[in-house]
């Protein structure tokens, strides 16, 4: 068990006004603290803060300005810090605090983590006559209900629907379970501000297209991968929470149906945005795809397996390509599974879907973002991938 000591100005226990549980839980209290910065602990855990530190925003500016500004009233101006703990013990003699962390996943800094970062990092910088305090705000007995004070009181800056499903594990058995082994695994953001090259949004809008309860046949498009990301992710999440059964399991979740094809779909990903360029040169040997109106030449590696890619398609472009092979996916004994080989179908008619996402996109004033709004384009291309389909079955 973790456990730090503190010095602090006053401490204020606030009563449960509903008293004690008859039950086994523990009863959830309330103390409230002021406490000099200068005597604030740098070992804090900071794991419970369902949002990573951006200290290059305005709202840090802004605590930073309040923090060194010689006016003793940064205590009045800031929201203070949120902890949870395992306990809480007072020094009245000596004005000591002592906080106990048994459970890093529930115990630690729940909100006011910029406020936290900021004090750590910049108060070298005060004044040395200059005196500042913070509240700090502790609450015990919460491990039962801690996701949902977490979610609640991170509201001063929103904190995204995705931040919250990390918190709450949502992603853990489905998606990162499914990829632990691909090589991209690591470098997924799941909270606001993690400096990775995927964000868990991204991996959301893409599984979104081929949640066939969602859109499952011609008359629905899963356009809203494209325009609607807020949308892809409160899809997922409704989703995890819709069919969790009493015994935590999720057979009834489409993306947990999707597990089995989940890895294909994000190789698929890359297979289009490698070989946009190569597939459009096969339907117009004289095209030059650099020239298109939002692909941009430059040298770099594709979203998930950083193969090389000599070409950025725009997503207006590679989303309605990649929503088609929904055409070819199906539902059985409880899991998705291809109808066909969704690699050999891109080699095979790969051409005709680039080149009449292009042709589109010149049709709509050159506007790929046009293109992945086009229900009407989406609708195109996944009836190619279907006929295809069908006409191979009468073969």
Not at 50 to 77: H, W
Not at 166 to 195: G, H, R, V
Not at 245 to 269: A, C, E, T, W
Not at 380 to 392: A, H, P, R, S
Request: some cysteine; proline content about 4%; hydrophobic content about 35%.
């Amino acid at each position: 068990m973790k456990k730090v000591q503190f010095k602090v100005e006053s401490l204020r226990k606030i009563p449960n006004p509903y008293g004690m549980f008859n039950d086994q839980r523990k009863t959830p209290e309330m103390y409230v603290t002021l406490v000099d910065v200068r005597n604030i602990p740098d070992d804090l855990p900071t794991k419970t803060n369902p949002r990573e530190q951006n200290m290059r925003t305005k709202v840090a500016s802004r605590i930073c300005e309040g923090l060194l500004a010689d006016n003793s009233a940064f205590y009045l101006f800031n929201r203070g810090i949120l902890l949870s703990s395992k306990e809480v013990k007072f020094d009245n003699i000596n004005s000591e605090l002592t906080i106990f962390f048994e459970d890093e996943v529930v115990h630690g800094v729940v909100d006011g983590g910029h406020t936290y970062r900021t004090i750590k990092e910049n108060r070298h910088e005060m004044d040395p006559n200059n005196q500042q305090y913070v509240k700090i705000e502790i609450l015990t007995g919460i491990e039962d209900i801690f996701e949902d004070v977490a979610a609640a009181r991170n509201t001063s800056v929103q904190v995204h629907d995705k931040s919250i499903a990390e918190l709450k594990n949502k992603f853990d058995l489905i998606i990162k379970d499914t990829i632990k082994d691909e090589p991209f695994s690591d470098n997924i953001a799941y909270k606001e501000n993690e400096d990775k090259d995927i964000d868990i949004s991204d991996i959301l809008t893409i599984l979104y297209m081929f949640n066939l309860e969602k859109s499952p046949n011609l008359d629905k498009m899963p356009t809203s991968a494209f325009s609607g990301k807020q949308t892809c992710i409160k899809a997922y999440t409704e989703a995890y929470d819709t069919n969790q059964d009493q015994h935590g399991n999720q057979h009834q979740n489409p993306y947990f149906k999707m597990r089995s094809i989940m890895v294909d779909i994000f190789k698929l990903y890359d297979l289009i945005e490698i070989k946009m360029e190569r597939k459009y040169r096969e339907a117009n040997s004289t095209g030059k795809y650099g020239s298109v109106k939002g692909v941009e030449k430059a040298i770099g590696t594709s979203k998930f397996y950083g193969e090389p890619v000599e070409y950025r398609s725009p997503k207006g472009f590679i989303y309605p390509i990649l929503g088609a092979f929904r055409a070819i996916v199906e539902e059985k004994d409880g899991v998705y599974q291809w109808k066909a080989n969704p690699f050999d179908y891109f080699e095979e008619i790969g051409k005709g879907l680039v080149f009449e996402t292009v042709d589109r996109s010149r049709t709509l004033g050159n506007n790929p973002g046009s293109v992945g709004k086009d229900n009407g384009h989406w609708k195109q291309l996944y009836q190619n991938v279907l006929t295809n389909y069908l006409l191979k079955q009468m073969v």
